[in-house]
């Protein structure tokens, strides 16, 4: 199955990724959270374009008929083609099912208490990763311990 794209050529700049979000979903559900430098919508198409800097970190939210994935990217050129996106990505790390739920509320909390989830380089998140997989409930005093001595 091919992925969803719309043609859209004069949408976005050189070197940016273009996230395709379609209205109806198809095999997937798509959910884009990054700090996108524009978006629009194309109602022939029924779907909304975001508009990712190069370099940019987004979080992506893939919900398939029998799992969840989130996945961070950074945009630029890369080896992972995933749905949606109108460039191949380097991924940064993938997490799947509870996960998925520890991100969102991770996310959230970064971005009410650190100044945003989106400005922090790859060795951030990798250390954000490994919050993550650790067992039970998001370990919010090493998420703010994390983000503290980014902000110093």
């Not at 990054?34 to 919508?41: D, E, L, N, V």
């Not at 460039?87 to 650190?114: G, I, P």
């Not at 380089?121 to 998420?143: E, H, P, T, W």
């Amino acid at each position: 199955m091919q992925p969803f794209r719309v043609n859209t050529p004069s949408f976005g700049l050189p070197g940016e990724l273009v996230i395709t979000i379609p209205d109806e979903p198809r095999f997937y559900s798509l959910y884009a959270d990054g700090a996108f430098s524009r978006k629009t919508y194309i109602r022939e198409e029924a779907a909304s374009l975001f508009s990712y800097a190069p370099g940019a970190a987004v979080f992506l939210y893939y919900t398939y008929p029998t799992h969840r994935a989130a996945t961070l990217v950074r945009a630029a050129p890369g080896n992972a083609g995933l749905p949606g996106l109108s460039m191949r990505v380097c991924v940064v790390w993938t997490v799947h099912a509870s996960k998925v739920d520890k991100l969102k509320r991770a996310v959230a909390y970064l971005n009410k208490n650190a100044g945003g989830a989106y400005r922090f380089g790859d060795g951030f998140y990798m250390r954000l990763y490994f919050i993550l997989l650790q067992r039970g409930k998001l370990n919010y005093v090493a998420l703010k311990k994390l983000a503290g001595k980014q902000n110093v």
